[in-house]
């Protein structure tokens, strides 16, 4: 039997998460504490995946699916918590109707948490009158918030890449009121029949900022997005457009991750064995520790996404205590042993990676190891470059 949400329980709780995230300071804006008080979040969410409390028997996280149907009240409850909901994994649309749990595997999908939601969109500085595109519509949540914020859906556009993610975010939008252009899109190339946008703002992250943006951009708007990567290294930027391929603007500050864009994902890259075997046989002492950025702190997160800078083809994996560094375009490798308190670094193929990294690592510990909202990020017609006025630049990938 379905349980109905009662209108009274979900405003309650709607309420208690908007005066929750107020005083956090997370709503310094009245406009976007009522949209949050406003917006049922519970409409878009019908199902998602929590974890369990234990892993299984291979190790491996396993989702439970939660809906009405199967435990009202925890649904309900996790519906307005300030936590990201997954709703789906490795492309798969789940069948909420008779939901299984998951064991492992990729989220690609996900309503993403209300606090974050509304500082993106507030660090965008969006207003009455911008026009707007969302990329990455997901389950509709964030572009109710947007259209509830701006008083009218008539200037928001969302594009989403999975078809059946926005067949059921817009079912879900026109449903409580809101009419959005919504279209099937890949971010990568923005929507070229609402163009030109006042703010460009990406629920999803990209190896570089997408040139086609710029060009969709009005001179003087703004592009916010998350930069990644194949490390997991991340840094959200605000870049303000000059012109259809000029633009500048600094990171900014904080810890945030997001899916990648479908077209970003890494690739496969094998059997790390099979790397290790073509290395040579004799390595060095690392100058610098795989801690530096793997640990789980601020810093290290912004130090990774450094690395990730010298060695934007690289990817990262540990195997027992051995952390293998891949990288499929060159075809170099590299590995990094624990070896009587220290670490031995084998390196082979034509880029030395962890070599790359260290010199970065270098640099960065000399210029006074300085936070995220020292660089500033250019985009030109010679490409993209993280800049600081104490390190060398650091080049984007070319898209």
């Known amino acids: 039997m379905t349980t109905m949400p009662s209108d009274a329980d979900a405003a309650r709780l709607r309420g208690a998460m908007a005066k929750a995230l107020a005083e956090d300071s997370v709503l310094a804006d009245p406009a976007w504490r009522q949209a949050v008080a406003t917006v049922p979040r519970h409409r878009f969410v019908p199902g998602f995946y929590l974890p369990a409390d234990r892993r299984d028997e291979q190790g491996l996280t396993t989702w439970e699916p939660v809906t009405a149907e199967r435990d009202y009240a925890r649904w309900l409850a996790a519906a307005y918590c300030d936590t990201t909901l997954i709703t789906q994994f490795d492309g798969d649309e789940p069948d909420w109707k008779n939901p299984q749990a998951r064991h492992g595997g990729a989220p690609t999908s996900s309503s993403t948490l209300p606090s974050l939601v509304v500082r993106m969109w507030a660090d965008a500085d969006v207003h009455e009158g911008h026009t707007l595109l969302e990329i990455g519509t997901g389950t509709g949540y964030s572009t109710a918030l947007a259209c509830e914020r701006l008083g009218s859906s008539a200037g928001v556009t969302s594009i989403e890449v999975d078809g059946r993610r926005l067949e059921q975010a817009a079912s879900a939008l026109y449903g409580c009121g809101y009419t959005p252009t919504l279209a099937v899109g890949d971010g990568l190339y923005g929507y070229w029949p609402e163009a030109p946008f006042d703010r460009i703002v990406a629920a999803c992250s990209f190896r570089a900022v997408p040139p086609a943006l710029l060009a969709q951009t009005r001179p003087g708007g703004k592009i916010l997005l998350t930069l990644s990567g194949w490390l997991y290294g991340y840094a959200r930027v605000l870049i303000t457009v000059h012109s259809d391929d000029t633009a500048d603007g600094p990171l900014l500050p ?19 064995a099979h790397w290790a075997a073509g290395l040579p046989e004799k390595g060095r002492t690392a100058r610098h520790s795989p801690e530096r950025i793997t640990a789980a702190t601020e810093e290290t997160f ?35 042993t624990p070896a009587g308190g220290r670490w031995e670094v084998r390196e082979g193929g034509p880029v030395r990676l962890w070599e790359r990294i260290e010199t970065v690592l270098d640099a960065y ?7 995220p909202e020292t660089f500033t990020l ?14 060398p630049g650091l080049p984007l990938p070319r898209l």
């Open 365 to 371: 510990d000399k210029a006074g190891q300085p936070g």
């Open 254 to 272: 904080g810890t945030v991750s997001f899916m990648s864009a479908r077209t970003h994902a890494s690739p496969a890259f094998g059997n790390p």
């Open 378 to 391: 250019r985009v030109d017609g010679g490409g993209q470059q993280l800049r600081h006025p104490q390190l």
């Open 302 to 336: 912004h130090r990774r996404f450094l690395a990730q800078c010298a060695v934007p083809d690289a990817q990262l994996v540990t195997v027992g205590e051995v952390m293998h560094l891949v990288d499929v375009t060159t075809g170099s490798a590299a590995t990094l």
